[in-house]
């Protein structure tokens, strides 16, 4: 938890001296969060080229606001919140457009196949394809609670909703996400 308050405060005093036009901070800031922004929009937009677009929207946003920035949340919540609204544009302006489906099984693998390998590659496309049946809403929590490790107030700030519809969600993909494994591997299901 210290080391999280330690890179916060460092984080906020990078945006003290981007508002004062100080582009080495803005440098070092762009060395501290460009991997979780870019990460954060290329698992909810499935595209290299999009998320960033996402991080450099999203490091200019920060760069032209970073006096407005308050400190009634942490840094990286105000962060991933400006890129959870870059990603929101970019997926309206997609509904217009065809979308290209992703085949988890059109990947050959010539290498040797020792059978857990494939087991585990077969857990990870069916829970791949899972994902994939999740909502937007209910993907950005997803991804938010397990791969950013956010509790929920912070994914409540960056979804802009309340907590309790945060946990909801997060009950509704529990369920969600059981009756998706379950109906593609019945028999695992036995095993409970």
Same mark, same amino acid.
């Given at each position: 938890?210290?080391?999280?308050? /330690?890179?916060?405060?460092?984080?906020?005093?990078?945006?003290?001296?981007?508002?004062?036009?100080?582009?080495?901070?803005?440098?070092?800031?762009?060395?501290?969060?460009?991997?979780?922004?870019?990460?954060?929009?290329?698992?909810?937009?499935?595209?290299? /080229?999009?998320?960033?677009?996402?991080?450099?929207?999203?490091?200019?946003?920060?760069?032209?606001? /970073?006096?407005?920035?308050?400190?009634? $949340?942490?840094?990286?919540?105000?962060?991933?919140?400006?890129?959870?609204?870059?990603?929101?544009?970019?997926?309206?302006?997609?509904?217009?457009?065809?979308?290209?489906?992703?085949?988890?099984?059109?990947?050959?693998?010539?290498?040797?196949?020792? @059978?857990? @390998?494939?087991?585990?590659?077969?857990?990870?496309?069916?829970?791949?394809?899972?994902?994939?049946?999740? $909502?937007?809403?209910?993907?950005?929590? @997803?991804?938010?609670?397990?791969?950013?490790?956010?509790?929920?107030?912070?994914?409540?700030?960056?979804?802009?909703?309340? @907590?309790?519809?945060?946990?909801?969600?997060?009950?509704?993909?529990?369920?969600?996400?059981?009756?998706?494994?379950?109906?593609?591997?019945?028999?695992?299901?036995?095993?409970?």
């Amino acid at each position: 938890m210290q080391k999280t308050e /330690a890179i916060g405060t460092a984080a906020a005093v990078l945006l003290k001296g981007m508002a004062a036009g100080d582009e080495a901070a803005l440098r070092e800031f762009y060395q501290a969060f460009h991997g979780r922004v870019y990460s954060f929009a290329l698992k909810r937009l499935r595209d290299p /080229a999009d998320a960033a677009d996402v991080l450099n929207e999203v490091m200019l946003e920060v760069w032209r606001s /970073a006096s407005r920035f308050e400190g009634r $949340s942490q840094v990286s919540t105000w962060v991933l919140g400006i890129a959870h609204h870059k990603v929101i544009d970019i997926l309206r302006r997609r509904k217009d457009q065809p979308q290209e489906e992703f085949d988890p099984d059109s990947i050959v693998d010539d290498g040797p196949a020792a @059978v857990d @390998v494939i087991a585990s590659m077969q857990d990870a496309a069916q829970l791949r394809r899972c994902l994939d049946e999740l $909502s937007d809403a209910h993907r950005l929590v @997803v991804h938010l609670a397990f791969f950013e490790d956010l509790a929920y107030e912070e994914i409540a700030r960056i979804a802009d909703c309340p @907590v309790g519809t945060v946990k909801t969600r997060m009950f509704h993909v529990r369920r969600l996400m059981k009756d998706c494994l379950t109906r593609l591997n019945p028999r695992a299901a036995l095993s409970d």
